[in-house]
Every structure is written in C-alpha cells, then in structure tokens.
C-alpha cells in the first residue's frame, strides 16, 4: 500500500511565501514523476507543478517565476516552495505521484490535499 502524505499548508498575507512538502512511503519500487495539483472552489483541479525522475520541470503559466518544484533532500519526497503568493493562488493542493508498485505496473496515487488560503 502506498501513501502521500502533504504538510505545509496555511494562511499567508499576499506577498508572502508558502512551502508544501509531500512525502511518499510504502510499497514502492519506483516513482515516475511527481508534481502539485490544486482546486479552488467552483473549479477543476489543475495542475501546478511536476518533476520526472531525471528532474525535468513543467509548471502552469500562472505559477512560472513564483513557484520551484524540487526533489527534498529524503527519499521520494517533493517540494514546492511558492513565493509572491496571490489571492488567486488560494486553493486546495494535492500531491500525484505516478509509482511503480512492481516493476511493470505504474499507478497514480494521490495525497489527502492541503489548504492554502492568501488573504489579508
């Protein structure tokens, strides 16, 4: 059994910066990619931000210059540091990840999703 587990979320005035970490554990024998989704109310979700295991980056158009994904420091962790928070970015953000539980059988799993709400 996997699990992402999110942590990082918060209230933050606009401006201001906000850091979200994912980690996953469990069966897993490899990870694809990783990357942040989000869904504001009335909305679909989106995404945000993703990194392949060779490290390539792809962000949404709204997040390039403000928002950094990055592998952390543990094992099958990411990272997403967000500066110049705006109103508009408030949101629920979750964590996919794309893993490999045996080595020919790849499945999306999903975190519980975090809040981040930009207000003054």
């Known amino acids: 059994q996997v699990q992402l587990v999110e942590s990082g979320g918060g209230l933050v005035q606009p401006g201001g910066s906000l850091r979200l970490s994912c980690a996953a554990s469990?069966?897993?024998?490899?990870?694809?990619?990783m990357g942040w989704y989000r869904q504001a109310p009335g909305k679909e979700r989106e995404l945000v931000a993703a990194?392949?295991?060779?490290?390539?980056?792809n962000y949404a158009d709204s997040v390039k210059g403000r928002f950094t994904i990055s592998r952390g420091n543990a094992k099958n962790t990411v990272i997403l540091q967000m500066n110049s928070l705006k109103p508009e970015d408030t949101a629920v953000y979750y964590c996919?990840?794309?893993?490999?539980?045996?080595?020919?059988?790849?499945?999306?799993?999903w975190g519980q999703g975090t809040q981040v709400t930009v207000s003054s």
């Open positions: 990194i392949t295991s060779g490290g390539s980056t």
């Open positions: 996919n990840a794309g893993i490999y539980t045996r080595p020919n059988f790849a499945k999306d799993y």
């Open positions: 469990g069966s897993i024998f490899s990870i694809n990619a």
